[in-house]
């Protein structure tokens, strides 16, 4: 066996040697040191061969640790072929309008308004508005409401001193115009007067119960005064 070592001093100038061939039979060791340049080493080296009988490479040059970059970009060859300034092509504009299942697709396409289901009005049997000791034809003549959201009020004023009820629904709404023969006046969304009574007039309130709505003071008030009204004009 043959080995070759140089260790070389840090500026690559100056460094030693160390030689050694053993076998079965022979050994051979030795050292030298200051060498300078590659001769000595080739020289070794030829002598190491002989000895062995086979070629003993050079060792490998010590790998050096360099210090990272940055990495670099890589460019695709067709980003190569446009300037850094010159804006990327589009396709030309064909002038042809969507079809109407493309122009659907997009978020400026108009949607169909949503309809909301209109409740329709029942007639109710219960409690039987004929047996009021003052009756409705003579309760509204006394008070002559004029627009649709004041006979709605009249009307609630209405089931609440007579009948003592005081929660207002379509139903009974539709009741009491079905009593006096005014119930093609209403209109198709039967409770849409009670919504505006209740959040634009605030003269009702809603109650706890869906569809379902009350006359407050205010609004009994109003009754009142249009009474008031109905007399001081006789």
Request: contains cysteine; negative net charge.
């Amino acid at each position: 066996m043959a080995k070759i070592r140089r260790d070389e001093e840090p500026n690559g100038k100056k460094g030693s040697i160390r030689f050694r061939y053993m076998d079965s039979e022979r050994v051979c060791d030795f050292s030298l040191d200051n060498v300078t340049g590659e001769s000595v080493t080739d020289g070794l080296r030829s002598i190491a061969n002989a000895l062995a009988g086979r070629n003993i490479s050079a060792s490998p040059a010590p790998r050096l640790f360099r210090k990272p970059t940055a990495p670099t970009e890589v460019l695709d060859e067709r980003d190569e072929e446009l300037p850094a300034t010159e804006a990327l092509p589009f396709p030309e504009e064909s002038g042809e309008e969507p079809d109407e299942a493309e122009a659907g697709d997009t978020e400026t396409s108009a949607k169909p308004a949503r309809q909301r289901r209109v409740k329709a009005p029942k007639l109710l049997a219960d409690p039987n508005l004929t047996t009021a000791k003052l009756s409705l034809n003579d309760f509204m003549k006394r008070t002559n409401p004029d627009d649709m959201l004041d006979k709605y009020s009249v009307v609630a004023m209405w089931y609440k001193q007579q009948f003592n009820i005081t929660e207002i629904t379509i139903d009974r709404i539709f009741s009491a115009f079905k009593l006096l023969g005014w119930e093609s006046q209403l209109p198709t969304d039967v409770e849409k007067p009670l919504k505006n009574l209740t959040y634009n007039r605030k003269t009702f309130e809603k109650c706890e119960a869906p569809g379902t709505y009350t006359i407050n003071w205010s609004g009994e008030d109003g009754v009142n005064k249009l009474g008031a009204a109905k007399s001081a004009s006789a």
